[in-house]
C-alpha cells in the first residue's frame, strides 16, 4: 500500500495479542444463538398454536360431556321424582372451565360458567274445557305456567373457535360465531295420533342464588331435585287463549325455533304464517319477537302457537330444581 504523498509502501502490522480462535468462538457462538433463535421462533409461531388449538378443542370436548352427564342426570332426578312422588337425591356435576396452557409459552384459556335464574323464561298457557258441571256447565279455564333458569359455560379460545354451550329447559345448545346448535333437545315430543296429536313437553324451572365464576379449574354444579309433577289435559280449546302457546324468552333463538319447528314438522304438522293459522289453513306457526339487545347478543322470544282443536292429548311435566355450585374438594 502507497501513502498519498511519497508513495511509499506501508505495511500493517499484526498486533501481538490478535487470537484467531477468539474470532472463531465468537462467531460460532453468534451462529449458535441465531440458530436457537429460529427454531424458538418457529416453536412459538407454528408449534404453540397448533397445540393450545388441540388443548382448547379437547376442553370443549370435555365440557360438552360433563353438560350431556348434567342432563342425564337431572332427567334421570325428574323420573324418580315422578315415579316417587319426591327426590330430594343430590346430584354433583364436575364442569372444567379452562383449557390447559404450555408452560412458559402459553397461558391457560379462562371458562366462564354462570348460573341465572332471569337468564330464560319458559312460559305454557292454553284453554280448556272444565269438567261438565250442574252449576258451570261446559265452561272453560285457562291455564299458565312459567319457568326459567340457564347453566352456561363460556370459553373465549384464542386459538379454538369461540363457543358457549348452554344448559336451557332440559336442552343443551352450541353457541359459536357462525350460529347455534340444538346438541341435545329438550322434553318435547308430537305425536300423530290419526286425525290429531298427542303432544307432551317437559319445564324446567332452575332455583338458586344467581353466581357466575372464571378461572381454569374445575367447579361442581349440585342439583337436587325440590317437586315434579305431570298434568294431562285432553280437552284443549280455543277459548281465552286461543291457540296452545309454547313461548320460550332466550339469548338462542335460533336452535330454539330451528328445534321446535323440526319436531312439529317431523310429527307432519303443516307450518304457516299466523294469519293461515288464523284461517284454519295452518296447524301451527312460530313467531320470534326481539326483547332487547345489548353489545354482545339479543333476546328473543320463540312463540310456537298450535291449534289446540288437533291436539287430543296435551300432558305438561314441570319440574323444579334447586342449584348450588362448590369448587372440586371443597367442603
Known amino acids: 500500500m502507497f501513502d498519498h504523498e511519497g508513495g511509499s509502501k506501508m505495511n500493517i502490522r499484526r498486533h501481538p495479542n490478535w487470537n484467531d480462535e477468539g474470532v472463531a468462538s465468537t462467531v460460532g457462538t453468534i451462529m449458535a444463538l441465531m440458530v436457537f433463535l429460529a427454531f424458538l421462533s418457529m416453536f412459538t409461531s407454528q408449534y404453540v398454536p397448533v397445540w393450545m388449538e388441540e388443548n382448547e378443542a379437547t376442553h370443549m370436548n370435555t365440557v360438552y360431556s360433563q353438560f ?3 342432563k342425564q342426570s337431572v ?3 325428574v323420573q324418580a321424582g315422578l315415579i316417587l312422588g319426591s327426590s330430594q337425591v343430590q346430584i354433583f356435576s364436575p364442569i372444567k372451565l379452562g383449557a390447559n396452557g404450555i408452560p412458559m409459552f402459553a ?3 379462562p371458562g366462564y360458567l354462570s348460573i341465572h335464574r332471569s337468564s330464560s323464561y319458559d312460559y305454557v298457557n292454553f284453554s280448556f274445557g272444565a269438567p261438565t258441571s250442574v252449576v258451570n256447565f261446559n265452561s272453560t279455564t285457562d291455564y299458565e305456567s312459567n319457568t326459567g333458569g340457564t347453566i352456561s359455560m363460556y370459553a373465549p379460545n384464542r386459538y379454538y373457535v369461540k363457543q358457549e354451550l348452554a344448559y336451557e329447559n332440559g ?4 353457541k359459536q360465531p357462525d350460529g347455534e346448535y340444538m346438541k341435545a333437545s329438550p322434553q318435547f315430543r308430537v305425536n300423530p295420533s290419526g286425525a290429531f296429536y298427542q303432544i307432551s313437553y317437559t319445564q324446567l324451572d332452575i332455583r338458586g342464588d344467581d353466581s357466575s365464576y372464571v378461572g381454569y379449574g374445575t367447579r361442581g354444579i349440585q342439583t337436587t331435585l325440590k317437586a315434579a309433577s305431570t298434568t294431562t289435559f285432553t280437552n284443549l280449546t280455543n277459548g281465552t287463549h286461543p291457540y296452545l302457546y309454547i313461548n320460550h324468552t332466550t339469548w338462542y333463538e335460533g336452535a330454539w325455533n330451528s328445534s321446535f319447528n323440526q319436531t312439529l314438522t317431523h310429527a307432519g304438522m303443516e307450518y304457516g304464517t299466523p294469519a293461515q293459522l288464523a284461517a284454519g289453513t295452518a296447524n301451527y306457526t312460530i313467531v320470534s319477537t326481539l326483547v332487547e339487545t345489548d353489545l354482545i347478543d339479543s333476546f328473543y322470544q320463540v312463540s310456537v302457537r298450535i291449534n289446540p282443536l288437533i291436539v287430543s292429548r296435551f300432558s305438561l311435566t314441570e319440574a ?7 369448587e372440586m374438594g371443597a367442603n
Not at 336442552?171 to 352450541?174: G, S
Open 68 to 70: 350431556a352427564n348434567l
Open 75 to 77: 332427567d334421570i332426578q
Open 107 to 109: 397461558a391457560p384459556t
Open 171 to 174: 336442552a343443551i345448545i352450541l
Open 320 to 326: 323444579y330444581l334447586e342449584v348450588t355450585t362448590t
